[in-house]
Every structure is written in structure tokens, then in C-alpha cells.
Nanobody, 120 residues
């Protein structure tokens, strides 16, 4: 299984950015897919997730209303659309995957991370 995250970069506060997570070895529509992030000096935190087969999404309170997760089955890719970015969103963003009916705190498949830097 390979997850390739991309799309990070340097943006200004208020800007938007879309991250991509291209998968190989799994079908993203059949897996729970998630995004996490880790800011400098902080622990990794959950950002949001989309369930398998349906488009039910869940978000951390800190990003709800600003970030949106979507999935393109044809491209086997999951996206994280980030709007109204703030400096506190600065972090390395990771995508992750797990099979349905597995523990929600166990994500065995991870991408390599993509850095998002938001300047004030």
C-alpha cells in the first residue's frame, strides 16, 4: 500500500489550498481515509476523515467549516480542501487509511506528509 500526499506549500492567511492523497494498493472508496497534521513541536492531531463507500465526513472542531474532504474513485485519490487558512494551520499534513470495522484509532497506512505553511 502506498499513499502519496502532495499539494502543500507556502500561502498567506486567508488563502486556500488543496492537498491530494493518491493511493496505490488499496481502493480509497473501500477504506476509511483520513487526514492528520503535525505542527512543529506538537503531537500529531486528527484533522478529518471520510468513511468507506459513503461520503460521510468528520472533522476536528478546529477546521470544521473551513476544510472539506472529498474522494475521487476514478483517480483513487482523496483530497483535503483547505479554505480560510490561518497561521495555526501550519503543519505537515498526512493522509492515512484503514479498513472498515477496524479500531478507529489504528491507522496502518500512512503517506509521507506534505508541508503547509501559512504566513500571517
Amino acid at each position: 500500500v502506498q499513499l502519496q500526499a502532495s499539494g502543500g506549500g507556502l500561502v498567506q492567511a486567508g488563502d486556500s489550498l488543496r492537498l491530494s492523497c493518491a493511493a496505490a494498493g488499496i481502493t480509497v472508496s473501500n477504506y476509511h481515509m483520513s487526514w492528520f497534521r503535525q505542527a512543529p513541536g506538537k503531537e500529531r492531531e486528527f484533522v478529518g476523515a471520510v468513511r468507506d463507500r459513503v461520503d460521510s465526513t468528520f472533522y476536528a472542531s478546529s477546521v470544521k467549516g473551513r476544510f472539506t474532504i472529498s474522494r475521487d474513485g476514478a483517480k483513487n485519490t482523496v483530497y483535503l480542501q483547505m479554505n480560510t487558512l490561518i497561521p495555526e494551520d501550519t503543519a505537515v499534513y498526512y493522509c492515512a487509511a484503514r479498513r472498515p470495522f477496524t479500531p478507529s484509532d489504528k491507522w496502518p497506512y500512512w503517506g509521507q506528509g506534505t508541508l503547509v505553511t501559512v504566513s500571517s
